[in-house]
């Protein structure tokens, strides 16, 4: 899963107390890199709606907040670039305060 | 990026693998190439709500609609689907078009809450369409798609149903518009359809509808394609 989606999501899991279902906690157990074209008009345009501060608690090499000019620093977008979109983390991610996300059970049971 | 013509889309979009063994009760009707590529190109070149844009597909199943928009320039596109098995074909479709800007999240769409308010731009799906057994499953889909996105929600339903999503659309005070009726041009894909003759589901027109999340000036462009299958 990339960053990018884990910061889309909420973890929906019923029972935590609201707001309280993100981040997903993230047990990256196979962390690999693949290359993505970069597109700087839609990082910019990311950047302003991505928590934060989740996405600091997954990756280390960002600085604390974006800088006030980001959208015409292309370093910065480059670098928000890689977190988002080209590193790719294995595992199923897990909701904060314990408790695993039990897969999904198909509403009608099985198929045909 | 380089403009990719509707029939360079469909012929694309005819190399997608589907369900190799749909199943019933979850509804799993591939899109259509045709269908998919004439709602996406309509959805970029009308609405613009696709290039550079971040888009939901709920209820992917192979990922038809995502892999359409991420071929139209969509910035980064998720799907939705509980099946575990069309999330494969998905992926092995993500890995044979050499697609970067796609991810895929299994989970029920039923149960996704309003927690996920407004972190998409467009959502773009095919529903199920709530037949028998899953009834006004479509609506939920709709509802959740509509706390979703940002900007709109494309959604194909049965014609039949248009008066009632209308009905509802004005409860939860949004507008739709209907932007294409379609054919369904469904293969026999389970073993009750007999070949050659329509299922009830291919003698459906479904209706691809726009479901703006705030008014805007109105754009209502109904048009019938009907004619582009029979």
Redesign the interface.
Known sequence: MKLLTHNLLCSNVRGLRPGGGFPLRIQASDVSVRPVPFNAAFVARLVPRLRWGALLEAAESLPPEPAPDYEGDEAFLRRVHHVLLEVRGGGTPKPPFGGGLTPPKPPLGGGV | MKKLKLKELESCLQQVDTFE??????EQYPTRPHIAACMLYTIHNTFDDIE?K?IADLGCGCGMLSIGSAMLGA??S?GFD??ADALEIFNSNIEDFEL??I?M????V????D??SE??DTVIMNPPFGTK??KGIDMIFLKTALQMAKTAVYSLHKTSTRQHIQKKADEWDVKMEVIAELRYDLPAS?KFHKKRSLSQRTTCPSASLRVPKYSEPATCFTHKEAQLYC
Not at chain 2, 21 to 26: A, C, Y
Not at chain 2, 105 to 108: A, I, L, S
């Open positions: 063994n749909p199943k019933l009760l979850l550079n971040t910035g980064f998720v509980i099946d970067t800007n991810n999240v299994q989970c029920d039923c149960s996704l809450s927690s996920m972190t998409f057994h899953n389970y």
